[in-house]
Nanobody
Framework: VQLQASGGGLAQPGGSLRLSCAAS????????IGWFRQAPGKEREGVSC????????HDADSVKGRFTFSRDKRRNTVYLQMNRLKPEDTAVYFC????????????WGQGTQVTVSS
């Protein structure tokens, strides 16, 4: 499985960014796929995950109502639309594969930096 995240950058508070993750050699029916983030000095935080069993998404409370996870199976790509960004969203974001959205990530690709600052 190869996962390549992109789309990070600098945004102002209240702004938006869309992250993309291109997945290759990924078995959609077997693995769940999602995003986690890592900020300096903080623990890894799961952001959003789409379950392989039924396609439902599970969002962290900190991003509910602001971030939207979507998938384009034809393009083997998932997206994380991030709206109403806050400075505390600043982190490196990673796209990851999971056996279950309730468990830890199995593997992930290179992350993409998101910085929210005025």
């Amino acid at each position: 499985v190869q996962l390549q995240a992109s789309g990070g950058g600098l945004a102002q508070p209240g702004g938006s960014l869309r992250l993309s993750c291109a997945a290759s050699r990924f078995t959609w029916d077997y693995y769940s796929i999602g995003w986690f983030r890592q900020a300096p000095g903080k623990e890894r935080e799961g952001v959003s995950c789409m379950s392989s069993s039924d396609g439902t998404t599970h969002d962290a409370d900190s991003v509910k109502g602001r971030f939207t996870f979507s998938r384009d199976k034809r393009r083997n790509t998932v997206y994380l639309q991030m709206n109403r960004l806050k400075p505390e969203d600043t982190a490196v974001y990673f796209c990851a594969a999971y056996v279950s959205c309730n468990g830890p990530p199995l593997g992930w690709g290179q992350g993409t930096q998101v910085t929210v600052s005025s």
